[in-house]
């Protein structure tokens, strides 16, 4: 079975800075796009970064400049730092990503929260 299992989420003032990592275990035979998605309360998930195998890259227009995706292939790891944090980055971040295991399949982590109070 594929796990993702999310760290670094937590409480930050406006202006401070996170990181987030997201883990892939189980039986992986190769990640392909791995990715941030986040949900604040009353609002749809929404896409913040996502980062190809090959390292293409693309970001929410609201992260862009603040925010810095990267992944380690060899670790099957993804992170996000962000940066700058502002109170409406406040939101439950979730990872994705698609995966080769004993089938191609698209797992999510479990979400960690970020706070950003002002």
Do not use: H
């Not at 189980?26 to 998605?37: A, D, L, V």
């Not at 380690?72 to 996000?80: G, I, P, R």
């Not at 990503?97 to 109070?117: E, K, N, R």
Request: hydrophobic letters at 30%.
């Amino acid at each position: 079975q594929v796990q993702l299992v999310e760290s670094g989420g937590g409480l930050v003032q406006a202006g401070g800075s996170l990181r987030l990592s997201c883990a892939a275990s189980g039986t992986i035979f190769g990640t392909n796009y791995m990715g941030w998605y986040r949900q604040a309360p009353g609002k749809q998930r929404e896409l913040v970064a996502g980062i190809t195998r090959g390292g293409r890259i693309n970001y929410a227009d609201s992260v862009k400049g603040r925010f810095t995706i990267s992944r380690d292939n060899a670790k099957n790891t993804v992170y996000l730092q962000m940066n700058s944090l502002k109170p409406e980055d406040t939101a439950v971040y979730y990872c994705n990503a698609g995966i080769l295991s004993s089938q191609v399949g698209d797992y999510w982590g479990q979400g960690t929260q970020v706070t950003v109070s002002s």
